[in-house]
Every structure is written in structure tokens, then in C-alpha cells.
């Protein structure tokens, strides 16, 4: 019954390291969004897609990147890791142009990735 | 800005009935939400208001006055699942922004 997977649960990596986080949903969903969550500071949105091959910035996209080649999958990458990156990633989609008055435009989270960076 | 504020810690006992506090700034508002985490997990869904008034939902209530930005979530008959953090969040133009957390202590 899992609907928004995410490819690691745990990671370490090291400064200057490439990372890469994976995030695939199955529930056909147009908006896909990334998060990390720091004690503190709560979930801050990083970037969203409301499209394939669409991107937003969102508050605090400085040293990532996106990409949304496929509908289903939603990968966030650390271009150069640094230890102030060293946080919990979380995914969400969410279906329905934003706008619409309704309910439905309810985020679902994957479990996260704890990413460390050393 | 977004500003969404929130208390960071309560404590309440079983069974009681507790209410969670959610202020924000209502510029560019377009729906409350309110979703539910347990240590270790990932957030989840409780309610979502657009109108003001009270939406009620078993245990769980939350209500909405928007010329206030002001929101709370209800909790009746506490139990001890549902300590967890408690999450506000403001809907705005394509994108949800979080509050910081409320997390619930509940004791026997």
C-alpha cells in the first residue's frame, strides 16, 4: 500500500559529494514536492513540480536541483553536499491544480531520507 | 512573509481535551491544513479548512477564522497514540508552508 516511496532511508556522505534522492509515486499525481525537516525549523519546502519537466523554487532552493523527467518520479540533488545539508528529506505529491476549493489538494509524504553529511 | 506560529511543546493526561493554537499571516491564504507526526514517520493528513467555522471529524476538531489567521486543532479523549507532533500548515499559491510543530505529550 505504499504510494510515495523513497529510494533511501538512511545515507551518509561526505563534503563535495554528489547526492542524489530519489522519489517515485503511484498515484498519478501532478505535483510533486521536496521538504526537509530540521529540529526547530520544521518542514521547509526546497523545490515542486506541478509538471513533468516543470520546477519551482521554493524557500530555500540555494545548493539543489531538481528533476522531472517522468510524472512518477521526482529526484532532489545536492550538487556539491555540505554539512549544513545534513537534514531529513521528505517527498510529498499531492493531486489538482492548486486553486480548486477542495480537500483533495492534501499532500502524502514518503517515509524521508536521513541524510548525513560529514 | 509566511509566518506561522504555533506552541512548540503541550502536555496533556489521557482522556482529557486538548487545543492546538495556530496563528498565521493572511495574505495569500488559501486553506489550513493540519497534518499529524509520530516520531520517526512521516506526516499525515488530519483536516483541512478553507471556510471559517468548526470541521469536526471524530476525536479530532479543527477550526478556522480567517479575518484572525487563526486556527486550532481539537483533540477530545486523548490517548496515549496520540502523542505525535502537529503540524500547521497554510496553503498559498501552489504550495503548502509549514509551521514548526506543536508536540503533544500524553500521560496516563
Known amino acids: 500500500d505504499v504510494k510515495v516511496t523513497q529510494s533511501s532511508r538512511y545515507l551518509v556522505k561526505r563534503t563535495g559529494e554528489k547526492v542524489f534522492l530519489e522519489c517515485v509515486q503511484d498515484?498519478?499525481?501532478?505535483?510533486m514536492f521536496w521538504y526537509r525537516q530540521d529540529p526547530g525549523l520544521g518542514l521547509r519546502l526546497i523545490y515542486f513540480?506541478?509538471?513533468?519537466?516543470?520546477?519551482e523554487k521554493g524557500d530555500i532552493p540555494e545548493g539543489y536541483s531538481v528533476s522531472r523527467e517522468k510524472k512518477e518520479r521526482f529526484s532532489l540533488i545536492l550538487e556539491s553536499a555540505s554539512t549544513n545539508q545534513t537534514s531529513m528529506y521528505l517527498c510529498?505529491?499531492?493531486?489538482?491544480?492548486?486553486?480548486?476549493?477542495?480537500?483533495?489538494?492534501?499532500?502524502?509524504f514518503g517515509a524521508g531520507s536521513r541524510l548525513t553529511v560529514l | 512573509g509566511q509566518n506561522i506560529d504555533q506552541p512548540t511543546e503541550m502536555t496533556a493526561t489521557e482522556g482529557a481535551i486538548v487545543q492546538i493554537n495556530c496563528t498565521y499571516q493572511?495574505?495569500?491564504?488559501?486553506?489550513l491544513f493540519w497534518y499529524q507526526q509520530h516520531a520517526g514517520e512521516a506526516p499525515t493528513f488530519l483536516s483541512y479548512?478553507?471556510?471559517?467555522g468548526l470541521e469536526e471529524k471524530g476525536r479530532f476538531s479543527s477550526f478556522l477564522s480567517r479575518s484572525k489567521g487563526y486556527s486550532y486543532l481539537l483533540l477530545k479523549e486523548l490517548q496515549m497514540k496520540d502523542s505525535a507532533s502537529y503540524l500547521c500548515?497554510?496553503?498559498?499559491?501552489?504550495?503548502?508552508?509549514f509551521g514548526t510543530g506543536t508536540r503533544l505529550l500524553v500521560s496516563p
Open positions: 500548515a497554510k496553503g498559498g499559491f501552489q504550495k503548502l508552508v
Open positions: 479548512n478553507v471556510l471559517d
Open positions: 493572511t495574505s495569500g491564504f488559501n486553506g
Open positions: 498515484m498519478d499525481h501532478e505535483n
Open positions: 510529498a505529491s499531492s493531486t489538482l491544480a492548486w486553486g480548486k476549493r477542495s480537500g483533495a489538494n492534501v499532500l502524502t
Open positions: 513540480s506541478y509538471d513533468v519537466k516543470m520546477k
